[in-house]
């Protein structure tokens, strides 16, 4: 009323104004006008503001750099501010009131001007390209109750202190931003606030202010998605009108507060992705109105309390990711007659799925997966008629799929995978669920076979049933029962039989899946009329035949996988339209052909394995281009030729480089070093030659490096300290020569070193010790010599130490007991010239492996008692000086297989307890192959870790041998001191296949109890003392030595399949193969060992003096000997154990 007054009083003014000009110009008449001082004054301070709001604005306008939308282009003196866009004023006096740019694409600043807005009561800025702080000067607006700047990603800095100057703020959004710091507790001023959310700032930390609580008006509280830390106020319990609360995906940490359960109104509680532990508060079930309750993965322990049945309005149940466990009562569940989705994924819930989880009919989701649930699942699950997403996967669910699940109407996805269930999969049942889009059986037991005819699953789009038992082929008619089928996958089963040409009218197949199963025959060209396929992965088959041309038509097509089948033919030159191609996978199979050029033109290849195949020639240049974007190259194990091609230094984004095991032959190029992202190159197991160029050092990414078995000549690579990141390198097998350099030490990312068989010289540098994460370490078959360094004491994560085959000397002084117990190494040190005693510090290390043999090792072996559960299998003492009798630790290592501790000087009797070695007491009836614990790693030769040979040491030949399996034992005592009787427990070691007590001075008699080595297939007792009978019983042995001792009486039959010589030296004994027992004269050992010789020649050699004799004898003997190894195909046991050395291989008979 009194601004109309007011305006009333200024229109009289106004008329007597122009009366009084008028009066003056005509009739020179005064007339006196009073104006109210108090209006002029109102008036003056409407135009002040109304010119403040408009220069504040234009001072806004002017911080934005770009206005893609034009919409602030009427922003100018040509109009009202107040009809300017986003623009709103009050109707009388004329102030802003509302701003309004919302998701106007603006980019550039806030003014600090905005704070001159004093009328502003809504601001919203979100969604726009805003930068830079929050302006201070917005805490001058008094009147705000509404400010939105959601969605300015590049928004940084603070929220200012001042904003606690809002104090008539309700609404405050502000997320999706890349605002920092913490939230200001001076929010606790703006008391009016209803809703706030602080979302979505990734940089936005530190705790939950406390005084939050200050706010009781408060219904919205969302501070999720961003890093706040620290406890959940108690004090947020005194948030009565409080309806959200969203704390979620942050790094909250302590237990929940129950105070929670004072907030009576709450409707949404979720604390989501935080670092939450103990119990859930029982008080919880006090929130009667509590729609949703999310806790999500956090570390949540104990049992669900039952106190959460009283959440009679609960929509939404989400616990999963925490440790929770327990049972899960029926009782708990059946007032939750509102539950919508009940998610208990990825905790540690056991026992059986209630069956009262099928009265919730409102239920749409329920997800179980990863539990320890176990029994069957319940038939009741059968009456959730609005259920459409069922995940029971990854427990120990048993029986089958219930029948009931027929009445599913409603599901969409069933996601059964990782359980015990067995039998055929229902697909009647399965079929009468008419939405099923999902089918997912992934890793259980379902056996049977794929019905010839399925029944309707048109609105099936996905469909895992690999890893099961099916058998039987891929019916032929799968299409017609699947006509929407994207994705399908049978992997891992027992699939057999040729993938139907039918598979084209799958017309909308993007993924097929049939890998490892049995699929034979050709792959079906009708595949290539499935135009939307994607994905296409079948290896690990028996699939034959070419690769069909047509599928060069599939323009979709991203992978090709169809390693280790038996394919054959060339890669179509029609490949070279699949331009949407990244994986291209043919590895062991029968490629031949060249390398195709065009494979490096695929604009989207990363990934090309052609290993393991056929393929000849030479490598295309034009596999490398400079627009390639290639990461790994892998041509290892085929035919190729010829020299690696110097454009391979254009192919810039190759990260693995695999050419090992060919044919390649001159120099690796320089351009090598251009490729400075690779991490992996093999090129082991080819002819390369010349120097190693220098500029591989320019590979600093490399963390594999294996050039061995090559030819290469340099001295060891210099440019290799610039490969810090190296964690193998192989350069075994080369010629490489002059010293280790003392730089090796800093490649301490190394794990794996062979630097083997080379011609290598000097000492071991003690730096190799401060390479601490060494695993496998091999240079055995080189030159060096001195000291083993006292450094290796610090290699603690050893598995293998390989320095055979050196000249190596002084005394092993290694201190195992730093090394890590949990791994367990093998040694090898033998064929060097090392002294000194055993080393006791040996008792410290798991050792598996431990071969000392021919060095000068000397005294007795000490006494070890703590050494009896070591892992050791192989251990080997053979060639040395070592005295005295073996300790019983010896006796107790219960994994031994295989003992050598021939050509020692041992003595002593052999002592009952040797029945402790229970691998020797184990018969194995397994294939003898390689059963080397050092598996290859790809690319890579393992066994130059583990190359050690062993031969069958027989009148001074032996059958070299190159890997040891599990079946193999060996026991070799031969050329020691050894004397007494043979203990009857050695008898009971009925796993032994080799035993050698040959040159020792054992007495008594064979007992027949030898008759229980029903594995023997080598025995020689030859050179002792024994006397008596030979007993009978030895129907496996292949090979007999008794020669040079007492034995006497008749030769059991058995005995008559053995050459005479493996009984010389026993004069009382008689029978085939010897002389009759009849017989006044004995056959002399000489003729009766050759039998087939002309008597003439016999009667030579008889009439010989003795000495000849002998010279003549020894000879043919030889030769018989020979013949023997040569003939026998059972001449394949162990007797010692050494590392490999160039020529040891001349030595080798193979009985094959």
Not at 130 to 143: D, Q, V
Not at 549 to 571: R, V
Not at 817 to 829: A, D, E
């Given at each position: 009323m009194a601004i109309r007054g007011a305006r009333k009083e200024f229109l009289k003014f106004l008329l007597c104004l122009g009366s009084l000009q008028i009066l003056i110009g005509s009739l020179n008449v005064y007339v006196k006008c009073e104006v109210p001082r108090d209006l002029v004054r109102m008036l003056q301070e409407q135009a002040s503001d109304s010119l403040n709001d408009s220069s504040a604005l234009l001072d806004f306008k002017s911080g934005i750099l770009e206005d893609p939308l034009g919409a602030l282009q009427n922003w100018n003196d040509t109009s009202t501010f107040c009809s300017w866009s986003g623009v709103q004023c009050d109707g009388l006096q004329q102030h802003v009131v509302s701003l309004?740019?919302?998701?106007?694409?603006?980019?550039?600043?806030?003014?600090?001007?905005?704070?001159s807005l004093y009328s502003l009561t809504t601001l919203d800025l979100s969604h726009n390209s805003?930068?830079?702080?929050?302006?201070?000067?917005?805490?001058?607006?008094?009147?705000?109750?509404i400010l939105y700047l959601t969605g300015n990603i590049e928004l940084t800095g603070s929220i200012p202190d001042s904003i606690g100057g809002c104090t008539q703020l309700k609404d405050f959004q502000i997320g999706l931003t890349n605002i920092s710091g913490a939230i200001p507790s001076t929010l606790g001023n703006c008391q009016q606030l209803e809703t706030l959310r602080v979302f979505s700032n990734v940089a936005l930390d530190g705790p939950i202010p406390s005084n939050l609580s200050l706010l009781q008006s408060l219904k919205v509280l969302d501070l999720s998605n961003n890093t706040l830390t620290g406890a959940l106020p108690a004090d947020l319990g005194r948030l009565q009108q409080l309806q959200v609360l969203d704390l979620g995906n942050n790094q909250l940490s302590g237990e929940i507060p129950s105070q929670l359960s004072q907030l009576s109104s709450l409707l949404d509680l979720s604390l989501d992705f935080n670092q939450l532990t103990g119990p859930i508060p029982e008080q919880l079930g006090l929130l009667s109105n509590l729609r949703v309750l999310n806790l999500t993965q956090n570390s949540l322990n104990g049992s669900?309390?039952?106190?959460?049945?009283?959440?009679?309005?609960?929509?939404?149940?989400?616990?999963?990711?925490?440790?929770?466990?327990?049972?899960?009562?029926?009782?708990?569940?059946?007032?939750?007659?509102?539950?919508?989705?009940?998610?208990?994924?990825?905790?540690?819930?056991?026992?059986?799925?209630?069956t009262a989880l099928g009265d919730l009919g409102s239920l749409k989701k329920l997800k179980l997966r990863q539990n320890a649930f176990s029994g069957e699942i319940p038939p009741s699950l059968g009456a959730l008629g609005n259920l459409t997403d069922l995940d029971l996967s990854t427990n120990t669910l048993t029986g089958t799929i219930p029948t009931t699940f027929a009445n599913l109407s409603a599901l969409r996805m069933i996601y059964i995978r990782d359980t015990q269930l067995s039998g055929p999969i229902p697909w009647g049942t399965l079929s009468q669920i008419p939405h099923l889009e999902e089918i997912m059986f992934t890793g259980n037991q379902f056996n049977g076979t794929l019905p010839l005819t399925f029944a309707n699953f048109s609105a099936v789009q996905k469909m895992e049933i690999g890893f099961n038992q099916l058998t039987g082929s891929i019916p032929d008619g799968i299409c017609d029962s699947f006509p929407n089928i994207r994705e399908v996958s049978f992997q891992y089963n027992h699939l057999m039989g040729p993938i139907p040409p039918s598979i084209k009218n799958c017309t909308k197949l993007e993924d097929i899946v049939f890998s490892h199963n049995n699929i034979s025959g050709p792959l079906p060209s009708t595949l290539g009329e499935c135009a939307s396929l994607q994905w296409l992965e079948g290896w690990g088959n028996v699939l034959t035949g070419p690769l069909p041309?047509?599928?060069?038509?599939?323009?979709?097509?991203?992978?090709?996988?169809?390693?280790?089948?038996?394919?054959?033919?060339?890669?179509p030159q029609e490949f070279e339209n699949l331009l949407q191609l990244f994986h291209l996978s043919?590895?062991?199979?029968?490629?031949?052909?060249?390398?195709?050029?065009?494979?490096?033109?695929?604009?989207?290849?990363?990934?090309?394995?052609?290993?393991?195949?056929?393929?000849?020639?030479t490598i295309p240049p034009g596999l490398f281009n400079s627009s390639s974007v290639l990461l790994q190259i892998h041509l290892d194990s085929n035919r190729l030729e010829g020299e690696i091609p110097e454009q391979i230094g254009r192919a810039g984004s190759l990260q693995q480089l695999k050419f090992h095991n060919n044919r390649f032959n001159g120099s690796i190029p320089s351009t090598l070093g251009d490729l400075t992202n690779l991490t992996t190159l093999f090129l082991r197991k080819n002819s390369l030659s010349g120097a190693i160029p220098e500029s591989l050092g320019l590979l600093v990414k490399l963390t594999g490096l294996d050039i061995g078995d090559n030819h290469f000549t340099n001295e060891f690579p210099s440019f290799l300290r610039n490969l810090?990141?190296?964690?193998?390198?192989?350069?075994?097998?080369?010629?490489?020569?002059?010293?280790?350099?003392?730089?090796?030490?800093?490649?301490?990312?190394?794990?794996?070193?062979?630097?083997?068989?080379?011609?290598?010289?000097?000492?071991?540098?003690?730096?190799?010790?401060?390479?601490?994460?060494?695993t496998y370490l091999s240079i055995n078959n080189n030159k060096l010599t001195g000291p083993i360094p006292d450094s290796f004491s610090q290699l603690t994560e050893l598995v293998l130490l390989n320095l055979?085959?050196?000249?190596?000397?002084?005394?092993?002084?290694?201190?195992?007991?730093?090394?890590?117990?949990?791994?367990?190494?093998?040694?090898?040190?033998?064929?060097?010239?090392?002294?000194?005693?055993?080393?006791?510090?040996?008792?410290?290390?798991?050792?598996?492996?431990?071969?000392?043999?021919?060095?000068?090792?000397?005294?007795?072996?000490?006494?070890?008692?703590?050494?009896?559960?070591?892992?050791?299998?192989?251990?080997?003492?053979?060639?040395?000086?070592?005295?005295?009798?073996?300790?019983s630790w010896v006796w107790h290592l219960e994994y031994l297989q295989l003992i050598d501790f021939s050509a020692n000087d041992f003595e002593g009797r052999l002592p009952a307890e040797m029945n402790n070695l229970k691998k020797l007491k184990v018969v194995s009836n397994s294939v003898e192959e390689s059963d080397n614990r050092f598996e290859p790693t790809e690319g890579f030769d393992a066994r130059q870790f583990t190359h050690y040979e062993y031969g069958l040491h027989l009148k001074g030949s032996f059958q070299v041998r190159t890997s040891v399996s599990a079946s193999f034992t060996s026991l070799d005592l031969s050329q020691n001191a050894f004397a007494g009787d043979i203990p009857p427990q050695m008898y009971e070691l009925r796993g032994l296949r080799y035993l050698n007590l040959s040159r020792n001075a054992f007495t008594g008699d064979i007992s027949p109890a030898i008759a229980n080595l029903d594995a023997l297939e080598h025995l020689d007792f030859s050179h002792n003392r024994l006397a008596g009978p030979i007993p009978a019983g030895l129907p496996s042995v292949g090979v007999l030595d008794l020669s040079y001792n007492n034995l006497s009486g008749a030769m059991p039959g058995e005995m008559s399949r053995f050459f005479p010589a493996s009984f010389a030296g026993n004069p009382e004994l008689c029978g085939l193969p010897l002389a009759a027992c009849s017989d006044s004269v004995p056959t002399s050992p000489v003729s009766s060992a050759l039998p087939g010789l002309e008597s003439s020649l016999a009667d030579d050699l008889l009439s010989l003096d003795a000495g000849m004799a002998f010279v003549v004898g020894s000879a043919i003997g030889f030769i018989g000997v020979f013949v023997l190894i040569v003939t026998s195909p059972r001449l394949r046991f162990l007797v010692c154990f050494r590392p490999s050395i160039p020529d040891s291989s001349a030595c080798s008979l193979d009985p094959k």
């Open positions: 309004n740019l919302s998701s106007f694409e603006l980019k550039g600043l806030i003014s600090e001007s905005i704070g805003l930068f830079g702080a929050i302006p201070s000067t917005i805490g001058t607006l008094k009147n705000l109750t669900i309390p039952e106190q959460l049945q009283l959440l009679t309005n609960i929509r939404v149940l989400n616990l999963t990711k925490n440790s929770l466990g327990g049972n899960l009562s029926s009782e708990m569940w059946r007032n939750l007659v509102h539950l919508e989705e009940l998610h208990l994924d990825s905790n540690n819930f056991q026992g059986q799925i209630p041309p047509e599928y060069g038509s599939l323009k979709n097509l991203t992978a090709i996988n169809f390693d280790n089948n038996k394919l054959s033919g060339p890669i043919l590895a062991t199979n029968n490629i031949s052909g060249p390398v195709p050029a065009f494979l490096g033109s695929l604009p989207r290849l990363l990934f090309l394995n052609l290993g393991t195949n056929s393929l000849t020639g810090t990141n190296l964690q193998s390198l192989w350069l075994s097998n080369n010629s490489l020569t002059g010293g280790i350099p003392e730089w090796i030490g800093e490649l301490g990312n190394l794990e794996y070193l062979s630097l083997g068989d080379n011609n290598l010289e000097g000492p071991i540098p003690a730096q190799l010790g401060d390479i601490t994460n060494l055979a085959a050196n000249s190596l000397s002084g005394e092993l002084t290694i201190d195992f007991s730093g090394y890590n117990p949990s791994k367990n190494i093998s040694v090898f040190l033998s064929d060097n010239n090392l002294t000194g005693p055993f080393p006791k510090s040996l008792q410290n290390a798991s050792l598996e492996i431990l071969d000392l043999s021919n060095n000068h090792f000397q005294g007795s072996l000490p006494d070890l008692p703590g050494w009896a559960p070591t892992p050791l299998k192989v251990f080997l003492l053979r060639s040395n000086s070592f005295t005295g009798e073996i300790p």
